[in-house]
């Protein structure tokens, strides 16, 4: 596989991870949900991958995580976005709509 | 990689249980979830969990994934290992403890060496070392590179040369110091007031003299400086000593302050800081341009910020020049025969200059002592990788990694490294502290106390060199097997390793290298040895026996004119004679071989000196009648001075042997006059009234008697010839024990003047001996390198072969089966052992020969090439060697040969 195939694609598992943490705190089976639930079946993923992916996004410090009890009285680790992610999620939006904007573009002209 | 990453690895990297666990916890909470949404939706609990697995994918490939991000995975890798490797090392308790000995021996002789060598060589701690330079006078043609300065210089160059910020002038001068009725003896310095400026120390109480100080007879000039050890000894630190008065040689001096303690270091543990007084009145500008050259105290100077020690020099070779103009003729007549030039010197460069060869040469041998040891550490290791190389073609055939498997013997090696250094640590500590009870003075005599734990750099040494240890024996170990020769004895199925013929030859060489490592050190040893039996045994060319010595200053107030100082000598001798069993008594400005006396140059009439030889120059001892009777020193030619001596107004000299010969080559020697000074007319001339015979008077290991330069010959004149001499020493002659009768000298000289101490005294034959100490220590030092470096080696020759013997059981069984004898197994392994041992000797020999040449300033009337030494030590290595070889040998020859070829 080529590494830039898996780059492509774990960027864009990144980019899901932020956008479904800009709205609440979430823990990771959450997140899987709430990716599921916006992106129906078009973005099937593996659900295990997402754990590398939060541990990468907590080192480039765009989210953190602490351990709470969910309403069902369950322990669960929950990821924060943090400001920088904030931005950072802002920012790699904005880079998307204009990426695809371009192809689209291209696209139709063709 | 960013800061919260850096954070995020650290905390996995020791929080490692903490996080697994967090892992764990989160990927079941996932899947807990995942199953209740799935029985909610109506599937079974089995169906649930399966379908919820199914989805998440492997949980182990997940938790390996996300150990990959944490990117950890190196460190905690390389950390287990060396628990490993630790615990391995715990189990194996013999190997590990021989190792870590050998090793943290190594380390450790290591480690004393380099903090000496630091703490000589660090900068001293005043601020900006690299501007204080000691301003000097050289005269090459005259074998003296290195002389002091005098006050005429300073007050030259503070007057003309602007380059400096502060100038100072300083002397060493012990005195009698009174307080409180009590009289001691004790070393200060005298120095011009720019001092503490120069050196920018603060007082630690009280204040420091200023500029008024200089003028003698100022009120500024009674004052005195205490150092902080004096302060601290004397009078406990009590605070109130400002404005406390003592009397130094009889002149009433107040303490007006306390000066630290670091600045006495660099001057000799000197206790007090006086002012220098000088009377410009009594000093004529004549006076001034002939005593420029008589070198008597050291000239410090602070560089300006910007000036460079070349610019200044250029400097001051200006003002040298202008002097040179109106110099006496005399003296232009020694400038250019001298090659006189100033030059400048900063402390540490002086400190490097004074000891830094033996120094090195010592770093040099405990490196070579250390490399000894990594290498039977190399080799114990082959040896052991070998026994465990089934383990590692176990584990390798099960998918373990080639390199994981490198890595994991280099983790191991670190481990031992880390032991080791711990052992070498404690060894360098109790070691430093019998240096500094036994060695430090000998050895080092301007070096504090040594303490290895109390600087940072030996630690950042220590580490550095295990860690090298370590590399170097881990790459040993790593190289030792290799997927070859795993997958080889994979091969063979089981078979018992056996050693592969490069890595025997390369042992072998490890061998014969320690070996000639060993010869290099102890011929260095040998030689040393033989230089310090043949000093201690030189004739110093007088007696020695039934002679003590012991010395008084007198002070100026009291006896400040010739007269009164003739008459306490008279009387002094007098008093001492009346001793019982004193058979007699001698005094002397210096003694032969123990004390440095003054070199003078004289112009001799009618001696022309040959073009690159400097002007005639002489040690000047000033003795009284009877001193050469008593250290029986005999005469050649002519008398011993007499009474008529010193009732003419010129005085006499007696000429050593060398001097007459060499100056006066007819023979005619006595009867001869010789200018003093500014005598120039002849009824003021000096009259040579005898010859005596050489002695050898810069110590036992001296250069020998013949003359060379910088061994310059002596002259004696009277004692009483036109100089007070207010310091001078008392040799008595008597069978008596030195300790019984020493306190009836003290009690006649304190019926003479209770105000004068005694001090350096002893029997002449120990003090001779004192002037080898510092050889003495150095030859010790080497003899131990050399020994610790023969037992390190012989281990190592040992070792390999009972491991060679070891290995090959089997072949000595089959060998005896089919009918070789116990001789031809003997012979066989002790011919390869003694090949190893003569290839080893081989190469130690011509190590030796180039490595002694090194040592040549050390020896003395021995070559580097001293045969003695040579073949002492060849032959003795060989024995020593052999019966390292004979030992596992003999044991060879007692396999039986039904019990080994049972064993496979």
């Given at each position: 596989?080529?590494?830039?195939?898996n780059?492509?694609?774990?960027?864009a598992?990144?980019?899901?991870?932020?956008?479904a943490?800009?709205?609440?705190?979430?823990?990771?089976w959450?997140?899987?949900?709430?990716?599921?639930q916006?992106?129906?079946?078009s973005?099937?993923?593996?659900?295990?991958?997402?754990?590398?992916?939060?541990?990468?996004?907590?080192?480039?410090?765009?989210?953190?995580?602490e351990?709470?009890?969910?309403?069902?009285?369950?322990?669960?680790?929950?990821?924060?976005?943090?400001?920088?992610g904030?931005?950072?999620?802002?920012?790699?939006?904005?880079?998307?709509?204009?990426?695809?904007?371009?192809?689209?573009l291209?696209?139709?002209?063709? | 990689?960013?800061?919260?990453?850096?954070?995020?690895q650290?905390?996995?990297?020791?929080?490692?249980?903490?996080?697994?666990?967090?892992?764990?916890?989160e990927?079941?909470c996932?899947?807990?979830?995942?199953?209740?949404?799935?029985i909610?939706?109506?599937?079974?609990?089995?169906?649930?969990?399966?379908?919820?697995?199914l989805?998440?994918?492997?949980?182990?490939?997940?938790?390996?994934?996300?150990?990959?991000?944490?990117?950890?995975?190196?460190?905690t890798?390389?950390i287990?290992?060396?628990?490993?490797?630790m615990?391995l090392?715990?189990?194996?308790?013999?190997?590990?403890?021989?190792?870590t000995?050998?090793?943290?021996?190594?380390?450790?002789?290591?480690?004393?060496?380099?903090s000496?060598?630091?703490?000589?060589?660090s900068p001293?701690?005043y601020p900006?070392?690299?501007?204080?330079?000691?301003?000097?006078?050289?005269?090459?043609?005259?074998?003296?590179?290195?002389m002091?300065s005098?006050?005429?210089?300073?007050?030259?160059?503070?007057?003309h040369?602007?380059?400096?910020e502060?100038?100072?002038l300083?002397?060493?001068?012990a005195?009698?110091?009174?307080?409180?009725?009590?009289?001691?003896?004790?070393?200060?310095?005298y120095?011009?007031?720019?001092?503490?400026?120069?050196?920018d120390?603060?007082?630690?109480?009280?204040?420091?003299?200023?500029e008024?100080?200089?003028?003698r007879?100022?009120?500024?000039?009674?004052?005195?400086?205490?150092?902080?050890s004096?302060?601290?000894?004397?009078f406990?630190?009590?605070?109130?000593?400002?404005?406390?008065?003592?009397?130094?040689d009889t002149?009433?001096?107040?303490?007006?302050?306390?000066?630290?303690?670091?600045?006495?270091?660099?001057?000799g543990d000197?206790?007090?800081?006086?002012?220098?007084?000088?009377?410009?009145?009594?000093?004529?500008?004549?006076?001034l341009?002939?005593?420029?050259?008589s070198?008597?105290?050291?000239?410090?100077?602070r560089?300006?910020?910007?000036?460079?020690?070349?610019?200044?020099?250029?400097q001051?070779?200006v003002?040298?020049?202008?002097?040179?103009e109106?110099?006496?003729?005399?003296?232009?007549?020694?400038?250019?025969?001298?090659?006189?030039?100033?030059?400048?010197?900063t402390?540490r460069?002086?400190?490097?200059?004074?000891?830094?060869?033996?120094?090195y040469?010592?770093?040099?041998?405990v490196?070579?002592?250390?490399?000894i040891?990594?290498?039977?550490?190399?080799?114990?290791?082959?040896?052991?990788s070998?026994?465990?190389?089934p383990?590692?073609a176990?584990?390798s055939?099960?998918?373990?990694?080639?390199?994981?498997?490198?890595r994991?013997?280099?983790?191991?090696?670190?481990?031992?490294?880390?032991?080791?250094?711990?052992?070498g640590?404690l060894i360098?500590w109790?070691?430093?502290?019998?240096?500094?009870?036994?060695?430090?003075?000998?050895l080092?005599?301007?070096?504090?106390n040594?303490?290895?734990?109390?600087?940072?750099?030996?630690?950042?040494?220590?580490?550095?060199?295990s860690?090298?240890?370590?590399?170097?024996?881990?790459?040993?170990?790593?190289?030792?097997?290799t997927k070859?020769r795993?997958?080889?004895?994979?091969?063979?199925?089981?078979g018992?390793?056996s050693?592969?013929?490069p890595?025997?030859?390369?042992?072998?060489g490890?061998?014969?290298?320690q070996?000639?490592?060993?010869?290099?050190?102890?011929?260095g040893?040998?030689?040393?040895?033989?230089?310090?039996?043949?000093?201690?045994?030189?004739?110093?060319?007088?007696?020695?026996?039934?002679?003590?010595?012991?010395?008084?200053?007198?002070?100026?107030?009291?006896?400040?004119?010739?007269?009164?100082?003739?008459?306490?000598r008279?009387?002094?001798?007098?008093?001492?004679k009346?001793?019982p069993?004193?058979?007699?008594?001698?005094l002397?400005s210096?003694?032969?071989?123990?004390?440095?006396m003054?070199v003078?140059?004289?112009?001799?009439?009618?001696?022309?000196?040959?073009?690159?030889?400097?002007?005639?120059?002489?040690?000047?001892?000033l003795?009284n009648?009877?001193?050469?009777?008593?250290?029986g020193?005999?005469?050649?030619?002519?008398?011993?001075?007499?009474?008529?001596?010193?009732?003419?107004?010129?005085?006499?000299?007696?000429?050593?042997?060398?001097?007459?010969?060499?100056?006066?080559?007819?023979?005619?020697?006595?009867g001869?006059?010789?200018?003093?000074?500014?005598?120039?007319?002849?009824?003021?001339?000096?009259?040579?009234?005898g010859?005596?015979?050489?002695?050898?008077?810069q110590?036992?290991?001296?250069?020998n008697?013949?003359?060379?330069?910088?061994?310059?010959?002596?002259?004696?004149?009277?004692?009483?010839?036109?100089?007070r001499?207010?310091?001078?020493?008392?040799?008595?002659?008597?069978?008596?024990?030195?300790?019984?009768?020493?306190?009836?000298?003290?009690?006649?000289?304190a019926?003479?003047?209770s105000?004068?101490p005694?001090y350096?005294?002893?029997r002449?034959?120990d003090?001779?001996?004192?002037?080898?100490?510092?050889?003495?220590?150095?030859?010790?030092?080497?003899?131990?390198?050399?020994v610790?470096?023969?037992?390190l080696?012989?281990?190592?020759?040992?070792?390999?072969?009972s491991?060679?013997?070891?290995?090959?059981t089997?072949?000595?069984?089959l060998?005896?089966?089919?009918?070789a004898?116990?001789?031809?197994?003997?012979?066989?392994?002790f011919g390869q052992?003694?090949?190893?041992?003569?290839?080893?000797?081989?190469?130690?020999?011509?190590?030796?020969?180039?490595?002694?040449?090194?040592l040549?300033?050390?020896?003395?009337?021995?070559?580097?090439?001293?045969?003695l030494?040579?073949v002492?030590?060849?032959?003795?290595?060989?024995?020593?060697a052999?019966?390292?070889?004979?030992?596992?040998?003999?044991?060879?020859?007692?396999?039986?040969?039904m019990?080994?070829?049972?064993?496979e």
């Amino acid at each position: 596989m080529s590494k830039k195939k898996n780059s492509l694609l774990q960027g864009a598992v990144e980019l899901l991870i932020l956008r479904a943490l800009r709205d609440e705190d979430r823990h990771g089976w959450g997140i899987q949900q709430r990716i599921d639930q916006i992106g129906s079946e078009s973005v099937t993923l593996k659900q295990g991958s997402l754990y590398p992916a939060l541990i990468r996004l907590g080192d480039q410090g765009l989210i953190k995580s602490e351990w709470r009890i969910t309403e069902n009285g369950r322990k669960a680790k929950y990821y924060i976005l943090t400001n920088k992610g904030r931005k950072q999620l802002d920012l790699e939006i904005q880079q998307w709509e204009d990426f695809s904007n371009t192809i689209n573009l291209i696209i139709a002209e063709a | 990689m960013s800061f919260q990453k850096l954070l995020n690895q650290i905390d996995r990297v020791i929080f490692r249980k903490r996080n697994e666990s967090d892992l764990n916890e989160e990927i079941k909470c996932h899947l807990d979830l995942e199953i209740e949404k799935n029985i909610e939706r109506g599937m079974s609990p089995r169906e649930a969990r399966k379908s919820a697995l199914l989805k998440f994918g492997g949980v182990e490939q997940v938790k390996e994934n996300c150990r990959d991000s944490w990117g950890t995975r190196q460190v905690t890798g390389m950390i287990r290992e060396f628990k490993l490797g630790m615990r391995l090392l715990l189990n194996n308790k013999g190997f590990t403890v021989a190792v870590t000995l050998t090793l943290g021996l190594c380390i450790g002789g290591n480690t004393i060496i380099y903090s000496v060598l630091n703490s000589l060589l660090s900068p001293p701690d005043y601020p900006e070392p690299n501007r204080v330079v000691e301003i000097y006078n050289s005269y090459p043609a005259q074998g003296i590179d290195r002389m002091t300065s005098n006050i005429p210089i300073y007050l030259d160059y503070s007057e003309h040369a602007d380059s400096f910020e502060f100038l100072a002038l300083v002397q060493n001068r012990a005195v009698n110091m009174t307080y409180q009725e009590s009289s001691t003896r004790i070393p200060g310095i005298y120095a011009s007031p720019d001092f503490f400026n120069l050196f920018d120390v603060h007082p630690v109480l009280g204040r420091f003299y200023g500029e008024e100080s200089f003028v003698r007879d100022s009120l500024e000039s009674r004052h005195v400086v205490v150092s902080e050890s004096y302060w601290e000894n004397q009078f406990n630190r009590d605070p109130s000593i400002i404005g406390e008065t003592l009397y130094i040689d009889t002149q009433l001096s107040t303490i007006i302050g306390v000066a630290p303690a670091s600045l006495s270091s660099h001057f000799g543990d000197a206790a007090f800081f006086h002012p220098w007084n000088w009377n410009p009145n009594r000093e004529t500008e004549q006076a001034l341009l002939n005593t420029r050259h008589s070198n008597r105290s050291r000239l410090y100077g602070r560089l300006k910020t910007g000036v460079t020690r070349e610019q200044a020099k250029t400097q001051l070779d200006v003002i040298d020049a202008r002097y040179y103009e109106i110099a006496p003729e005399r003296m232009k007549m020694f400038l250019d025969s001298s090659n006189h030039e100033t030059l400048m010197s900063t402390l540490r460069e002086t400190n490097h200059e004074n000891l830094g060869t033996s120094l090195y040469l010592l770093q040099g041998s405990v490196l070579l002592v250390l490399l000894i040891g990594c290498i039977n550490v190399a080799n114990l290791l082959i040896a052991r990788s070998h026994t465990r190389l089934p383990e590692f073609a176990m584990r390798s055939s099960l998918g373990a990694s080639n390199t994981i498997l490198k890595r994991e013997r280099l983790m191991e090696c670190l481990a031992l490294a880390a032991m080791s250094s711990f052992v070498g640590i404690l060894i360098a500590w109790v070691g430093s502290g019998t240096i500094n009870r036994y060695l430090l003075n000998d050895l080092l005599p301007s070096a504090d106390n040594l303490s290895i734990l109390s600087s940072v750099d030996n630690f950042v040494f220590i580490s550095a060199l295990s860690l090298a240890v370590g590399l170097f024996l881990g790459l040993f170990s790593s190289f030792s097997f290799t997927k070859k020769r795993l997958l080889a004895f994979i091969h063979e199925s089981g078979g018992k390793a056996s050693s592969s013929k490069p890595m025997r030859i390369f042992r072998s060489g490890l061998v014969a290298t320690q070996l000639a490592f060993t010869i290099v050190l102890l011929v260095g040893s040998a030689l040393l040895l033989q230089s310090f039996i043949k000093a201690i045994n030189s004739d110093p060319g007088f007696e020695t026996d039934d002679r003590f010595t012991t010395s008084v200053s007198l002070d100026f107030q009291n006896y400040g004119d010739l007269e009164r100082t003739v008459a306490f000598r008279q009387s002094l001798e007098t008093s001492l004679k009346t001793i019982p069993a004193v058979e007699s008594v001698a005094l002397s400005s210096g003694i032969p071989g123990i004390t440095s006396m003054g070199v003078n140059t004289i112009s001799i009439p009618g001696y022309e000196p040959v073009s690159d030889e400097g002007m005639p120059a002489f040690n000047v001892c000033l003795v009284n009648s009877g001193f050469f009777d008593l250290l029986g020193i005999s005469f050649i030619q002519g008398r011993d001075f007499d009474l008529s001596d010193m009732n003419r107004n010129q005085s006499s000299i007696i000429l050593d042997r060398n001097a007459a010969e060499r100056y006066y080559p007819n023979g005619d020697a006595v009867g001869s006059y010789i200018p003093f000074g500014n005598q120039t007319e002849p009824e003021n001339m000096s009259l040579i009234v005898g010859v005596v015979e050489n002695i050898r008077h810069q110590g036992l290991d001296g250069e020998n008697m013949d003359f060379t330069s910088g061994n310059e010959p002596m002259m004696y004149r009277h004692i009483n010839a036109n100089l007070r001499l207010p310091r001078f020493n008392i040799i008595i002659k008597s069978k008596r024990d030195f300790a019984d009768i020493f306190p009836e000298i003290r009690e006649n000289v304190a019926q003479l003047d209770s105000q004068i101490p005694l001090y350096f005294s002893g029997r002449l034959e120990d003090l001779l001996q004192d002037t080898l100490n510092d050889r003495r220590a150095f030859m010790f030092l080497t003899i131990i390198l050399g020994v610790m470096a023969l037992i390190l080696s012989v281990i190592g020759i040992y070792g390999v072969l009972s491991y060679d013997i070891s290995q090959r059981t089997n072949e000595i069984g089959l060998r005896m089966a089919i009918g070789a004898s116990p001789k031809n197994v003997l012979g066989l392994f002790f011919g390869q052992g003694a090949r190893k041992v003569g290839i080893g000797i081989a190469l130690g020999i011509i190590g030796a020969i180039f490595f002694s040449n090194r040592l040549r300033s050390f020896l003395f009337e021995i070559e580097p090439t001293s045969f003695l030494s040579f073949v002492t030590v060849a032959i003795f290595v060989s024995t020593i060697a052999s019966i390292a070889i004979y030992i596992p040998a003999a044991s060879a020859t007692r396999i039986k040969p039904m019990v080994a070829l049972r064993t496979e």
